[in-house]
Nanobody, 117 residues
Framework: VQLQASGGGLVQAGGSLRLSCAAS????????MGWFRQAPGKEHEFVAYIMWSGGETHYADSVKGRFTISRDSAKSTVYLQMNSLKPEDMAVYYC???????????WGKGTLVTVSS
């Protein structure tokens, strides 16, 4: 599975961005896709995941109520709508995919989100 993330950029605090992650290759093996992020000097952090079948979602407490993960199965694409962005959301965002939540072993290159205060 190959993943291509896009949509990062520079936004002011309080603004919004939408990230996209398109999967290609053995997409039939995907049942879970998620977003993670890593800020400078900080550890890799879970952001959100979505199950391909059923659409179950789960969010980190730090983004709950502000971020929304969704999917377009026909396009094998997952989205992350980020609203009310804060400076602490600034990070490189990575998408991941796999058969289960625990086996999201395919990773895309990150996309940088910069939030100015």
């Amino acid at each position: 599975v190959q993943l291509q993330a896009s949509g990062g950029g520079l936004v002011q605090a309080g603004g919004s961005l939408r990230l996209s992650c398109a999967a290609s290759g053995r997409t039939f093996s995907i049942n879970a896709m998620g977003w993670f992020r890593q800020a400078p000097g900080k550890e890799h952090e879970f952001v959100a995941y979505i199950m391909w079948s059923g659409g179950e979602t789960h969010y980190a407490d730090s983004v709950k109520g502000r971020f929304t993960i969704s999917r377009d199965s026909a396009k094998s694409t997952v989205y992350l709508q980020m609203n009310s962005l804060k400076p602490e959301d600034m990070a490189v965002y990575y998408c991941a995919a796999g058969p289960t939540i625990a086996t999201m072993n395919s990773w895309g290159k990150g996309t940088l989100v910069t939030v100015s205060s």
